[in-house]
């Protein structure tokens, strides 16, 4: 019972890790991988003539900061109407540094 108890509550506490629709498989070393933030689809859909960006970074797990908002990414790039976002997602050595960027695409 106990064994069933401490695989509920892992499955549980991993099941709140996922930071956005859809993850890409992570390594233990080093990971680095672009996705999207949102699922939203249709056949027509159109990425905008601009780009912005925003970023936060993690150092040791003990400092954070930046700006990884899609309302910062889009000040960025100067742009009004949102089309599409993506992330890009690094991490290293077990979170000795990590960095979370956010792509805004759109006019």
Known sequence: MKKLLLIALVAFGLAGCTTAPFQPS??????????????EYNNNTD???KVGTGSATSILGL???????????????????IK????????????????????????
Not at 26 to 39: S, V
Not at 63 to 81: L, N, R
């Open 84 to 107: 599409h976002t993506d992330y890009e997602y690094t991490n290293v050595l077990f979170g000795f540094f990590t960095k979370t960027t956010v792509y805004v695409y759109g006019d």
């Open 47 to 49: 990425l905008g003539r």
């Open 26 to 39: 992570q390594g233990i070393m080093f990971t680095e991988y672009k996705a999207p933030l949102q699922l």
């Open 63 to 81: 400092v954070a900061f930046g700006d990884c908002s899609v309302q910062a990414a889009a000040k960025d790039g100067g742009i009004k109407t």
